[in-house]
């Protein structure tokens, strides 16, 4: 299992999300993070999510746990990574059921 820390910046495998990229936020448990996109920047909405839907990438920023959707946009401007954030992705690892 890979490592999801807050900050980690990871790509939605499944549900009407699939390819778009968020930041974990908080870590609810082994098998539940808190992600957001946010909606402003890539489209992916608040919310928990099972780890086996995430595929980690290697980026990551720095965040407190539990930040509001407005500084993790801040943080991602500051570190030009808001158009790397809109760039959807095509996950790499095949969705098993």
Do not use: Y
């Amino acid at each position: 299992m890979a490592s999801f820390e807050v900050g980690r910046v990871c790509v939605k495998l499944s549900g009407r999300e699939t390819g778009k990229k968020c930041v974990v936020v908080d870590v609810v448990d082994k098998n539940f993070v808190l992600v957001t996109g946010p909606k402003t920047v890539t489209g992916v909405r608040r919310r928990r999510t099972n780890v086996d839907h995430l595929e980690p990438t290697t980026e990551v920023i720095e965040l407190k746990k539990g930040a509001a959707d407005d500084e993790v946009e801040k943080v991602l401007a500051k570190g030009k990574k808001t158009k790397f954030m809109k760039e959807d992705a095509l996950p790499t690892q095949p969705r098993t059921a």
